[in-house]
């Protein structure tokens, strides 16, 4: 079912609310890394051009209202006053304005003042307690502000919100060019996959991944397993696992996706071992089914990078979510790095990243220009490749 996407509304003279996602990473004033602000452009510039009055809205970290001193700190903590700094500097032809209200006649003021091709920029949505709750008071509320609803905040569809599920509920909607983006791809390996099509999944636990697998393995010719959560798998294979990332409550899962998986499902055959954590003082690499008491796990050995290039070898289309090992550490990233090189260097094949800790590895190993679609939400494509409907993504209008 094909969405309507922002070319498919008349923009003109319309005021446009767009949910965008700049909840981004800073420090104090600072933003560290503004590539959410990027994604974004295409739509806010295309809108601002086409001569729409452009009402942004996005929440910005955490804000825990249940604790109103902790509620006033993580509001000081996560203002939207530098996004809106930033987000000017990256269009300097366009009036921007923000707006430090999130309701009430301060708000409603710089709305009504709004003309043609200018950007508005509201508060953090989450500074109103109803947005995660996604009260329709809210939603009814922000969506008067507006005539159109433009989704491209894909990193926050899979939660239903005021502003991702409430104010489309009342406007004509459309998604963005990034959501367009997304779905394009995403749903190309979901849907209808180049074979052979290859997932690697990886990171620390099998309880955030158990509908991925359980989905995955259904469509994918092979589902290559790294990370923290092999070792669940190996424990349930009746390995020790020193002390490894380990749950224990997920060890018959990971029998039955074993059985159910076959030959499809690729483990691990050894793994970079240390004696602690931190600053450990020996660090060696075993067979997976020797690992001795009191060590933990920390990354893939070489064997099995061999084995999972050799999985991948020709494939058509991957998917890979969740690096290998503990990649922030320098010591613990050849995994990493070796699976991410085997992706990048493939020919002619779409590979997607899902998202979260395997595209901060792209980017920082100099990859990100190598892969096809690097997704800006890791939870949403996550359900997405469970199957799942996306409730910000299911309520816009359909073609």
Known sequence: MAKKIVTDLNVEGKKVIVRVDFNVPHKGDVITDDNRIQAALPTIKYLAD??????????????????????????????????????AELVPEHKVVFVNATRGKELEDAVSALEDGDILLMQNTRYEKGESKNDPELG??????????????????????????GIPSHLPSAVGFLIE?????????????????????????????I??????????????VG????????????????TSLLEEDKVEIA??????GGDKLVLPVDTVVANAFDDPTDVKTVACNEIPDGYMGLDIGPKTVELFT?????????????????????????????????????????????????????????YADKFTHISTGGGASLEYMEGKELPGIAIIEEK
């Not at 825990?64 to 509001?75: I, L, R, S, V």
């Not at 991925?212 to 259904?218: A, F, S, T």
């Not at 029998?255 to 159910?260: L, V, W």
Request: net charge positive; proline share 3%; with cysteine.
């Open 255 to 260: 029998k039955e996706f074993m059985a159910k």
């Open 181 to 209: 983006k997304e779905l394009k791809y995403l749903g190309q390996a979901l849907d209808d996959p180049k074979r052979p099509f290859v997932a690697v999944l990886g990171g620390a636990k099998v309880s955030d991944k």
């Open 227 to 242: 990370g923290g959560m092999a070792y669940t798998f190996f424990k349930a294979k009746g390995y020790g696992v020193g």
């Open 310 to 366: 050799k999985e991948l070898a020709g494939a058509k289309t991957v998917f890979w979510n969740g690096p290998m090992g503990v990649f922030e550490k320098e010591q613990f990233a050849t995994g990493t790095i070796g699976v991410c090189k085997a992706i990048a260097e493939l020919d002619d094949c779409m590979s997607v990243i899902g998202g979260g800790d395997s595209a901060s590895a792209a980017k920082n190993l100099g």
């Open 140 to 165: 009814a509320y922000w969506a008067s502000l507006g005539d159109l609803y433009v989704s491209d905040a894909f990193g926050s569809v899979h939660r239903a919100h005021a502003s991702t599920v």
């Open 211 to 224: 509908a991925v697998i359980d989905n995955l393995l259904k469509i994918a010719d092979k589902v290559i």
């Open 50 to 87: 086409h001569n729409a009055r452009v009402i942004l809205l996005s929440h910005l970290g955490k804000v825990d209202h249940k604790d109103p001193e902790k509620c006033e700190a993580d509001k000081k903590k996560n203002d939207m006053a530098p996004v809106a700094k930033r987000l």
